[in-house]
């Protein structure tokens, strides 16, 4: 196998599931069976044309292992497929899927995520993240180190008290799932008639520790943006991943994203695990439908904006800066 | 809903953790009262210590005796401690900058209750659990102090009982299991002695339980059919170790069985006669509990036990291995 | 066209319980190991892509966030795939993609489990409502499948004996292996405890603390190399369900795909005789004949042949695992890198006591789930 230089890479779908807050119907495959075929019936591909299957999810939401293992069923893995998952945010597997049809021996690929933050506690769980010696022993929650940021900002002067609290109420979880179907070249403009180019993607990761790392900035937001070629035209619209108020500022700072450019504010409730993916489909359906020439889009993970990722999508396939 | 369909799950275990050198060191200096940090080649000291540099990735120096006053970095304020917090009444969540460390440490901060007491820039010492067992919680909390007088240490610093090697690490998150609308159908039948199963409307398989998505087709495997509750063991194997949730005492039989009516086995076990008189292709007719002790769960069924027809030919099974 | 060549290999002395190191400290002992083969440093390392199976068996939630600091890759990109006992084997297959897609340059590549921080039966199969509880423990799952191949290929049960035989010996020559069993023979096999009939305590796999690393680069960081390379002939994965309705779960169509896929990409057409070594995931011992003929090296029924006439041993005509394999050392996670790395090992003449001599072309095999999850590589001398 072997990699074809420059190949363009573009979405041509994107579905989700309105999330709602507590779905007491569904589990893993009845979110994900939904959503693939509907995304694959948009990009007018068949199950067996999907050259790459690429998915997100985490177990400790669910609180069993393996749920990806019934989530496959979702997809119909048979005749058997080429496939792979992340215990990450679907955005993650996105960005593994795009690697895939740079390889260039496939051409469509289809990523999908699913959560169901609503069965428990989700700042606990989240607190399962922290270094086991010196943080999770603590019994400290997701949003109490959210918090320790947010205050951070404010001693900065780049907060504001109001933002502080919103910290204090909490976040609201949902659950839910979302699927993108990805092309390559030719495909991608055979599949969809204004094809979003993937024009760079990116993500990086920081120290984990939160008192060695400066809270107020996101320095892998700013590198990953680099990378992905954000500063190299402004975006019409950005679509950002925040937890909270706070975290859309500094986010903003580090993507430079000023006045003149639409931001798509973070919806109430977020569905963990798909948010992130979410956000590019969101981004994605900009461009597709026409309403924006270039959009943003934003995925984090972990605590405090410890791993961010950033897509650059555009209605153009040929650089034009 | 509560219709019986969703319950509560708690992953609970203590997981036990070795620690390494680096953070066995500091664990054991915390258990004899004294709060250590390690230099990095590049001169930083990095308190609590961390095994690597996160800054280059190289491995750290030295330990340095830090604290036992800080400054507090930032905050955020716990108006409703949980049981599994380190302070019983409200405190404040906040990053230490220990004396003598570059960078900060997460702990709590005892202001007496009052979120008045608590701002950036407090001077704070350590307060030590009378009782330590090598754990970061033997650091009761942090405490406001003036800085004007002397603070205790818990234990002269020359007395050092060495690393902690193991650390117990509890870990409970509670979760309320839904079971999914598929799963529900077959759980209510077997409630009311009814094995129901789900056909795909493509391939005409009868799935146990129905299913979100034919694993082949893609589409739900849902319309409805009830299978006997005689069937054909294809494969099985003996047990013949105890283990923990072994429903009886070795040895006995665990079998594949292809209900009739249906197009894949489901595992159960088979009694009423010797384990190793179990064959591939025997005839099993479903052993249920009485009548007063049906409930929506496989446990319905108690065990199968051989119907007394002839073996089915293992062409007839080999399909279903 | 890019090429992925490896360049670094490192992994940990395997045991039962690595209680002198952290899970930070057990990650980077495979990747310090794996950088000074490769004369690197971290700052030399694009990225970083860690693999592991269930986050449950150290109580860890996404841990490639905490072990950032130890993998050095801050500032830098870092996936975490998870693919169930296949992770191993496909998380070194997307970093390898990496540089084939000419994203990076030089990427490290991690996998581990450190199963002693919990108790495998319960992190695999914790008893969560409304699922029917594994009646019959983790070997129960796959001894029925065992049971199947024995009755379709009337293999006599001397075969599972000699492949937990061989691989012991085996593991006597790798000094990184967990088990070391300077006694082992057949009767020790044959008199040791059925757990689930057919499949004997012997004939099974430990569980292990470990950890497996490798530096994957192109064609210029090849150049560089201090030592000479593996190159990656071929790569491919497959997937299919877990059930369906006559779903064959012994000779699994996912696993005659995946190795056609690979064999195809490394033009080997003859693979019993084009491959000279094979590391195989083989956690209960009768898989080894089982896999003989899913890869394709011998016809459906016959593999079992090749393990009794010897052929699988070092010093074989095709010698499988000698690095001792999953029936020696398994940290689940890394079991697949390992088996990855092993292959890459052999072609660069590195495998010390267990080498096979002159090998120039090497499969690497992992798969998980209920056989359904596939990753495979075929490694070369020569760049392709």
């Known amino acids: 196998m072997s990699g074809i230089a420059g190949r363009d890479i573009a979405i041509v779908a994107f579905v989700e599931l309105p999330p709602v807050s507590r779905d007491t119907e569904r589990e893993e495959v009845e979110l994900v069976q939904p959503v693939v075929s509907e995304a694959l019936a948009r990009a007018g591909l068949e199950r067996r044309d999907v050259g790459f299957v690429c998915s997100g999810s985490c177990d400790y939401l669910l609180g069993r292992p393996f749920s990806f293992v019934a989530a496959l069923d979702g997809v119909a893995p048979w005749p058997p497929i080429l496939e792979s998952h992340v215990e990450m945010d679907g955005a993650w597997a996105l960005y593994e899927a795009w690697v895939r049809l740079l390889c260039g021996d496939v051409d469509t690929a289809l990523v999908y995520a699913y959560g169901k933050s609503s069965l428990g506690d989700l700042p606990r769980v989240l607190a399962q993240q922290l270094d086991p010696y010196t943080l999770a022993p603590l019994g400290v929650d997701a949003d109490a180190i959210a918090g320790l940021q947010a205050r951070a900002l404010c001693d900065a002067g780049r907060a504001t008290e109001r933002d502080v609290a919103k910290v204090a109420e909490g976040r609201r979880v949902s659950d839910g799932a979302a699927a993108v179907v990805l092309a ?39 590198l990953a943006a680099e990378h992905a070629g954000a500063f190299a035209r402004r975006p019409d619209v950005a679509f950002l991943h925040a937890g909270f108020p706070h975290e859309e500022i500094i986010l903003r700072d580090a993507l430079a994203i000023d006045d003149a450019v639409t931001r798509v504010p973070s919806p109430r409730a977020d569905p963990m695990i798909v948010a992130g993916l979410t956000r590019i489909g969101h981004a994605a359906a900009t461009v597709l439908d026409g309403g924006a020439d270039r959009a943003l889009a934003h995925a984090t993970s972990g605590p405090c904006l410890q791993q961010n990722l950033v897509c650059v999508l555009d209605a153009s396939r040929e650089a034009t800066s | 809903m509560d ?44 308190s609590p210590p961390l095994e690597y540099d996160p800054e280059s990735g190289e491995d750290v120096g030295a330990p340095v005796d830090v604290g036992p006053g800080g400054v507090v970095t930032t905050w955020t304020w716990v108006a409703a401690p949980r049981p599994d917090h380190p302070v019983a009444r409200p405190f404040a969540w906040a990053l230490v900058r220990l004396d003598g460390a570059d960078t900060a440490m997460l702990h709590a901060v005892d202001v007496g209750g009052e979120p008045g007491g608590i701002r950036t820039g407090l001077r704070v010492r350590a307060r030590w659990r009378a009782e330590r067992t090598g754990t970061i919680r033997d650091l009761e909390c942090f405490v406001p102090h003036d800085g004007a007088t002397p603070i205790d240490v818990a234990r002269p610093t020359t007395e050092v009982s060495g690393p902690v090697a193991l650390l117990p690490s509890p870990v409970r998150l509670d979760y309320t299991i839904i079971a999914g609308r598929h799963l529900r159908t077959y759980l209510s039948g077997l409630a009311k002695k009814r094995i129901v199963g789900g056909r795909c409307p493509r391939c005409r398989k009868v799935y146990l339980p129905p299913r979100g998505a034919c694993p082949t087709c893609g589409v739900p495997a849902d319309h409805e059919v009830e299978v006997r509750d005689t069937g054909t063991i294809t494969t099985f194997c003996i047990i013949r170790i105890p283990f923990d949730a072994a429903p009886f005492p070795p040895p006995y039989a665990a079998v594949a069985v292809l209900l009739d009516g249906a197009d894949m086995p489901i595992f159960h076990l088979v009694r009423g006669i010797p384990p190793e008189e179990v064959r591939m292709g025997m005839r099993v007719r479903a052993t249920w509990v009485p009548d007063a002790e049906l409930a929506p769960t496989l446990a319905s069924i108690r065990w199968f036990e051989p119907s007394g027809e002839a073996d089915l030919p293992y062409e007839s099974i080999e399909a279903h291995l | 066209m890019n090429r992925c060549a490896i360049v670094g290999i490192g992994q940990t002395h395997h045991k039962a319980k690595r209680q002198d190191v952290s899970i930070a400290g057990l990650v980077r002992e495979a990747a310090s190991r794996a950088l000074a083969d490769a004369e690197m440093a971290w700052k030399d390392i694009d990225a970083v892509v860690l693999g592991k199976a269930p986050d449950m068996f150290e109580g860890v939630m996404m841990p490639e966030l905490y072990l950032a600091d130890a993998l050095g890759a801050a500032g830098k990109p870092m996936l975490r795939v998870h693919t169930a006992g296949s992770v191993g084997g496909s998380t070194a297959i997307v ?16 996998a581990f489990e450190k199963q002693s921080e919990s108790d495998a039966m319960w992190a695999l199969s914790p008893k969560i409502p409304f699922q029917p ?28 004996i000699a492949v937990a035989v061989k691989d012991r010996l085996h593991a006597l020559k790798n000094p990184y292996a967990h088990l070391r069993l300077e006694n082992i023979d057949a009767a020790m096999v044959r008199d040791s405890p059925m757990l689930w009939d057919p499949i004997r305590y012997l004939e099974t796999c430990p569980s292990s603390d470990g950890a497996c690393a490798m530096v994957l680069t192109d064609d210029e960081g090849a150049r560089r190399a201090p030592r000479p390379p593996a190159w990656v002939h071929g790569l491919a994965t497959r997937s ?15 696993g005659r795909d995946c190795a056609r896929d690979v064999f195809d990409q490394a033009r080997v057409t003859d693979p019993r005789r084009e491959i000279d070594v094979a590391e195989i995931y083989v956690p209960f011992s009768w898989f080894e004949p089982m896999w003989i003929e899913n890869l394709g090296f011998a016809p459906r029924g016959e593999g079992w042949r090749l393990t009794l006439d010897g052929a699988t041993a070092l010093g074989g005509a095709l010698p499988i695992n000698p690095s001792g394999g999953v029936l020696s050392s398994n940290p689940i996670g ?11 090992m052999q072609v660069r003449d590195q495998a010390g006591e267990h080498q096979v001599p002159g090998a120039r072309r090497a499969l690497g095999h992992a798969y998980g789930g209920g056989s359904q999850f596939f990753a495979m590589w075929v490694v070369g001398r020569e760049r392709p």
């Open chain 1, 184 to 222: 390559a070249g030719a495909t991608a403009e055979r599949l969809a008639k204004r094809p979003a180019w993937i024009r760079g993607i990116d993500h990086r990761i920081e120290p984990h520790q939160l008192g060695a790392r400066d809270l107020t900035r996101s320095s892998s937001t700013r």
């Open chain 2, 3 to 46: 219709d019986g369909f969703e319950a509560p799950y708690r992953l609970e275990y203590t997981y036990r953790r070795s620690t390494g050198a680096v953070i066995g060191r500091f664990l054991g200096a915390l258990r004899d009262g004294r709060l250590e940090g390690v230099r990095t080649a590049g001169g930083r000291v990095l």
């Open chain 3, 95 to 110: 970093a390898a993609q990496t540089v084939i897609a000419g994203v990076h340059r030089r990427v490290l590549t991690v």
């Open chain 3, 133 to 160: 509880q594994l009646t019959a423990g983790a070997g129960g799952y796959f001894a029925p499948l065992v049971r199947a191949y024995i009755r379709r290929s009337g293999a006599p049960e001397e075969v599972g």
């Open chain 3, 240 to 254: 299919e369900p877990v059930v369906f309705a006559g779903r064959d779960q012994v000779d699994p169509r996912a």
């Open chain 3, 334 to 344: 890394a079991s697949g890198m390992l088996r990855f790395a092993e292959a890459a």
